[in-house]
């Protein structure tokens, strides 16, 4: 069975973006870029079911720029067997992204797809459920378990009042969060060696795929400023400020 | 112009949380109806009904719906949504689930975690962990929304005498079985409605530890809430985790136990009304959002703070 993973290439999670004075995006010139913290959960989740005999190949897909190779390439060192680029410079919003997959995955015809749950650029949230849908697979979103056995994937879920386990068909599409696992290290040697992996590039429209966008990003403007407050020197000093300056506790 | 809401429930209760998304369709305009998709859940559809301004309630009782698995809900919304032109509801892990897939099936952009509406297709929605705020406007003929609850105030719960109306058939799609749930159970106010919220962080060292931050919870009725360092490192359930990547949180009063503020944090609990740190290090980047800041150890002063409330 082969495994497919998703992956975008995002700024990295330590950076604090800077957004355009003119108000029309961030600001990515000469900004630290990674694979999308998600998606390295998922690639580790895929790796990790290969070396249990389930998976047979890992295949990582990004959808973007050239430059998106270099995300790529860390895939492989992770342990990914080879990689897809499907090109296109404007930026692919969620739908289109799924469609591009869904034309990968009409291709490679995979057991399992596993994206991140959210890339940490656009906080959408989306891709995975939409290709879910356009493929008509079940989907377990938000997992910090994943287990295979007799055709079927048990996920559990992370929701908001606690955990939740379903029980999917494959081909499955599963979403990961932070605690599926703790990704691994590339180790130089395994870098060397992804050098040689196999990494195709196409385009949407090769795939056939319609890229067009559906919304449009009118500005982007900084969150409401938050200035440091005061330092207090005691508890004492702190319940009074609570309850006689911000007046939020009796 | 119309909108549908999507309810948010456990079969039993209406949450709160719908109060909020029924202010973002207020927002949009036009009527609103709500839709109940659960089974046994006549309850929920009556408190809907009895929420002020909505138009009509249509009930989707049935089995099927029971955990509202996103591959049966997603046709059911597309089926009983055909002539809206909005489609919202809550940006929790249930509506995350199956809007997505609502979207997809209907071939439409979708809209999350707006915290606005300027038009009835320009949102508001925070991007960059919130460090940046982007104006959307969508170019589908179909709006499919996600509402962040913290950015609206809920509508008045009653007031209202909708109708109740059966609506939709049972899709089921046979290829996802709910298992289990294992929901925390908990006296203290639901983390995103607390008024007032404490959250300890890796700082806390232990679970155990927590118990401290739960004495001053309990005189301050607040919900206890953590960072991911604390939920990683096993010492507290992952919904309690707040942040880019867990809840975001906005109470009058949000307190910050040894919680150092990276941005993903930041990026759940900054619209708190007043933000409190306590935290040992007074270089520590919640300091620079924190209205009231102490510099001290944790283990000597939440019990003081517990003491003196
Ligand atoms: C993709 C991604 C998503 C993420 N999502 C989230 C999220 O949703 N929520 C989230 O919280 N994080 C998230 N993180 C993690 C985030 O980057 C930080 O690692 C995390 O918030 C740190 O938690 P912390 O402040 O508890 O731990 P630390 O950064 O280790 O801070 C501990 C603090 O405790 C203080 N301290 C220690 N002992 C004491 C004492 N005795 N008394 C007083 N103070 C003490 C220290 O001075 C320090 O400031 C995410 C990261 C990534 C990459
Ligand atoms: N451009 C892309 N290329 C490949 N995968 C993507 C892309 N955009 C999103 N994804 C996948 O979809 C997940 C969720 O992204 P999003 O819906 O943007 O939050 C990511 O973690 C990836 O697995």
């Not at chain 1, 998703?6 to 800077?18: E, I, L, Q, T």
């Not at chain 1, 961030?26 to 999308?36: F, P, Q, Y």
């Not at chain 1, 739908?95 to 906080?123: N, T």
């Not at chain 1, 891709?127 to 989907?139: D, E, K, S």
């Amino acid at each position: 069975m082969k495994v497919l993973v998703p992956v975008k290439r995002v700024v990295d999670a330590n950076v604090k973006v800077r957004i355009k004075p003119d108000g029309s995006g961030i600001d990515l010139t000469n900004v630290k870029m990674a694979v999308n913290p998600f998606c390295e959960i998922a690639i580790e989740e895929a790796v990790r079911l290969q070396e249990a005999g389930v998976a047979t190949e890992v295949i990582a897909v990004s959808v973007g720029g050239s430059n998106c190779q270099e995300q790529l390439r860390t895939c492989l060192a992770l342990g990914a067997d080879r990689a897809i680029l499907v090109q296109t410079e404007t930026e692919a919003q969620p739908l289109a992204v799924a469609k591009i997959l869904k034309a990968v995955y009409d291709r490679e015809q995979p057991g399992i797809v596993i994206f991140g749950k959210q890339s940490i650029d656009g906080d959408n949230g989306q891709t995975g459920q939409m290709f879910a849908a356009l493929t008509g697979l079940p989907q377990g979103t938000f997992a910090s378990n994943l287990s295979v056995t007799d055709g079927k994937a048990e996920v559990v879920r992370e929701v908001d009042g606690g955990l939740q386990t379903v029980m999917l068909s494959l081909p499955a599409v599963v979403t990961t969060d932070l605690r599926l696992n703790e990704p691994r290290y590339a180790s130089l040697p395994n870098i060397m060696k992804a050098r040689r992996k196999p990494l195709d590039v196409t385009t949407p429209e090769e795939l056939g795929v319609d890229a067009t966008p559906r919304f449009e990003v009118l500005s982007v403007e900084p969150p409401p400023g938050r200035s440091a407050g005061i330092k207090v020197e005691s508890v004492e000093e702190l319940v009074d400020k609570l309850r006689n300056e911000a007046k939020v506790i009796e | 112009m119309s909108v549908l809401v999507v309810a948010e429930h456990d079969n039993s209760v209406l949450r709160p949380v719908t109060l909020n998304v029924l202010a973002a369709a207020g927002e949009i305009g036009g009527d609103v109806d709500v839709l109940v998709a659960g089974h046994d859940c006549g309850d929920v559809a009556r408190s809907a009904a009895a929420v002020g301004g909505v138009s009509r309630v249509l009930c989707a009782d049935a089995p099927a719906y029971a955990h509202q698995l996103a591959e049966n809900m997603a046709p059911l919304i597309v089926e009983v949504g055909a002539d809206y032109e909005h489609i919202l509801a809550a940006h929790t892990t249930t509506g995350k689930n199956f809007l997505p897939r609502v979207a997809a099936l209907l071939d439409v952009a979708m809209i999350s975690d707006i915290i606005g509406v300027d038009s009835p297709d320009t949102f508001k929605r925070p991007i960059y962990a919130g460090n940046g705020i982007a104006t959307v406007k969508s170019n589908d003929a179909k709006k499919v929304v996600s509402v962040r609850g913290t950015g609206f105030d809920p509508v008045p719960d009653g007031g209202g005498s909708a109708s109740v109306e059966a609506a939709g058939s049972e899709h089921d799609a046979g290829i996802s079985d709910f298992v289990r749930d294992e929901l925390a159970k908990s006296e203290r106010p639901e983390l995103t409605a607390a008024r007032v919220v404490i959250s300890g962080g890796r700082g806390m060292q232990s679970g155990d530890n927590f118990k401290l931050l739960e004495g001053v919870a309990d005189k301050l009725g607040a919900a206890v809430g953590a960072s991911r360092a604390a939920v990683d490192a096993g010492f507290v359930p992952n919904d309690m985790q707040v942040g880019q990547t867990g809840k975001i949180v906005a109470p009058e009063l949000y307190v910050a136990v040894g919680i150092s503020g990276a941005i993903q944090h930041l990026a759940g609990m900054k619209d708190s009304k007043v933000i409190v740190a306590i935290n040992k290090d007074e270089e520590a980047p919640i300091f620079q959002v924190a209205d009231y800041g102490l510099v001290a150890d944790l283990f000597a002063a939440v019990p003081e703070l517990e003491d003196a409330l």
